[in-house]
């Protein structure tokens, strides 16, 4: 009896998750335009969605600056948290509260400040400044994931490496980013995913001479239904259900992983 | 040793210099424009002015503020109210259905949050899903005007915010040392006595951290508003989206997010005390 309470909670919660994003899907293949009732399989939102020259433009700018940022701030991120883990320095503390305070901030704070920024340094609103505002939000995940790896791996394998003879670079380059591989993975495509769901940023920093994706989509269905949305939307659900996938893959080779720990 | 160090230090140093860059001084740069003068022209003028502070106050501005705190108590009351057995009872599964779980948890989680509140909008339309049930049900007769509601926008709050709830809980409940609820039961504690003093205390860490997820951002969320709401100014987000981007009056829209800032500091501030309790209470 407790059972099937609990399966039919846990049945109710996520139906509610996911009956609107299926009923978007379906509706991207309906032949009717307001998804009123299934008029048969189509399609043409898909083509009509393809023909819509600054939609896919808009697409175009947000993959764009999506995989920039996560490569950067896998990057910077990275080694944030290698000089972090092995070197203490004065400031460690505002370091670690700055990640922190940029980890909980609320998305609009973050974008007010870094507008705020960017227009009293003198940086025009368009890709650079969406990129260094998705750099910033993305940047503390990075920090957090890779340093949970290193938290996990043998320190003597650098003294042993060191004691051999290794260089600096030859540590990094044979043993630690091996070593990260999973972790850099999991948080580039944590980044990633991150970059293309943010709306709040990116209504605050972009400027009209580069459109993406979400004020596109924010300024198309203000006024109602468009199929053409539908069947865009459907792509990205698809894409975030291939990067959930591949990052539960990811995490899992980083539990097998076993003699260090 | 002492040779390996400097590449490290070179980098920390950028790192932490492009933090302060991006994270401390555009903080400091937005608490300082809000007590400058407005200007309609450059966003704001360099004269020292509490004159956003005194709007602030206004009837009509105050009032969009305590609307906006009610949307958010509510949405963090439901997320916990639904969150809180959903993380306790995934943290009882076995290992894999804890996994699948918490995947089918994420997948949503991971998909644009725009695009989720577009879905909804099509499931509460007129014409949409719901109403279509309900009719051919043949409990209501005429469909119901769901979108455009307060109803809408917290049903709407609640499905982006759930997660947010549901991960730290889980994150608290799972580390709960079952042996304890299986002592209280044993010493004859029933379900409510054992949930409300053995469970719920040592989950606080984890309901404080939700809260904080949840409740502020909430406030932000000015699309959901736009979208499932109306043209009407429901959330602080709208305001300070309204004087950012139309209005152009910066020191006013800095003002309002300096509000938001506090009350997150004051959540924070409440984090760190339950927490410190905790660990007192541990050491005796």
Not at chain 1, 52 to 62: F, K, P, Q, V
Not at chain 2, 125 to 149: E, V
């Amino acid at each position: 009896m407790k059972g099937v309470c609990r399966l039919g909670f846990f049945l109710g919660i996520f139906a509610y998750l996911y009956l609107p994003i299926v009923i978007l899907v379906a509706n991207s293949f309906n032949a009717n335009r307001y998804g009123l009732q299934w008029d048969g399989f189509t399609l043409q939102w898909f083509l009509a969605m393809a023909g819509n020259a600054s939609l896919m433009e808009a697409a175009r700018h947000s993959l764009f600056v999506a995989v920039c940022a996560a490569t950067a701030a896998t990057l910077i991120g990275a080694l944030a948290a290698i000089g972090f883990s092995r070197y203490r320095f004065p400031g460690r503390r505002l370091f670690q509260g700055t990640l922190m305070t940029l980890m909980m901030a609320p998305d609009i704070i973050l974008a007010i400040s870094l507008l705020v920024l960017f227009v009293v340094v003198g940086i025009s609103l368009g890709f650079w400044s969406l990129l260094l505002a998705h750099i910033t939000f993305c940047l503390p995940f990075t920090v957090v994931t890779v340093s949970a790896r290193l938290q996990d791996f043998d320190p003597f394998l650098l003294d042993a490496a060191r004691d051999l003879g290794a260089s600096e670079l030859q540590i990094l380059g044979r043993i630690v980013l091996p070593l990260l591989r999973p972790a850099l993975l999991a948080s580039w495509l944590l980044c990633f995913t991150l970059s293309l769901d943010d709306v709040i940023v990116s209504s605050f920093v972009t400027g009209p001479s580069y459109d993406v994706l979400p004020l596109k989509i924010f300024s198309m269905v203000k006024v109602g239904v468009k199929p053409e949305v539908n069947a865009l939307a459907t792509i990205m659900v698809g894409l975030s259900l291939v990067l959930v996938l591949l990052s539960q893959l990811l995490l899992k080779e980083r539990e097998g992983y076993g003699p260090l720990r | 040793m002492k040779s390996s160090g400097r590449t490290e230090r070179l980098v920390t140093v950028l790192v932490s210099l492009w933090l302060v860059l991006f994270g401390v001084v555009p903080l400091l740069l937005l608490v300082a424009t809000s007590f400058f003068a407005q200007d309609p022209i450059d966003f704001f003028r360099l004269a020292p002015s509490l004159e956003s502070y005194r709007q602030l106050l206004d009837p009509g501005y105050l009032q969009v503020m305590r609307r906006s705190v009610q949307f958010a108590a509510l949405t963090t009351l439901l997320c916990l109210l639904i969150g809180y057995p959903f993380a306790w009872y995934t943290s009882r599964l076995s290992r894999p259905a804890r996994v699948l779980v918490l995947v089918l948890l994420m997948i949503p989680f991971w998909t644009n949050s725009l695009v989720r509140t577009y879905a909804i909008r099509m499931v509460l339309g007129s014409q949409g899903l719901l109403n279509q049930a309900l009719l051919a049900l043949g409990i209501i007769d005429s469909p119901l005007r769901l979108l455009y509601t307060d109803t809408a926008v917290v049903l709407g709050l609640f499905y982006l915010m759930l997660p947010f709830m549901i991960l730290p809980l889980y994150a608290c409940l799972e580390k709960l040392d079952y042996r304890l609820v299986e002592a209280a039961r044993d010493l004859g504690a029933g379900f409510l006595q054992t949930l409300l003093r053995i469970v719920w205390p040592l989950s606080l860490p984890g309901v404080y951290a939700g809260c904080i997820m949840v409740f502020v951002p909430t406030m932000g969320l000015f699309y959901v508003a736009t979208l499932l709401g109306g043209a009407r100014q429901l959330l602080v987000g709208n305001l300070i989206q309204q004087q950012f981007l139309n209005a152009r009056n910066w020191p006013l829209g800095s003002a309002t997010s300096v509000v938001l800032i506090l009350m997150m500091a004051l959540m924070l501030t409440g984090y760190w005390l339950v927490l410190r309790r905790l660990a007192g209470r541990r050491r005796q």
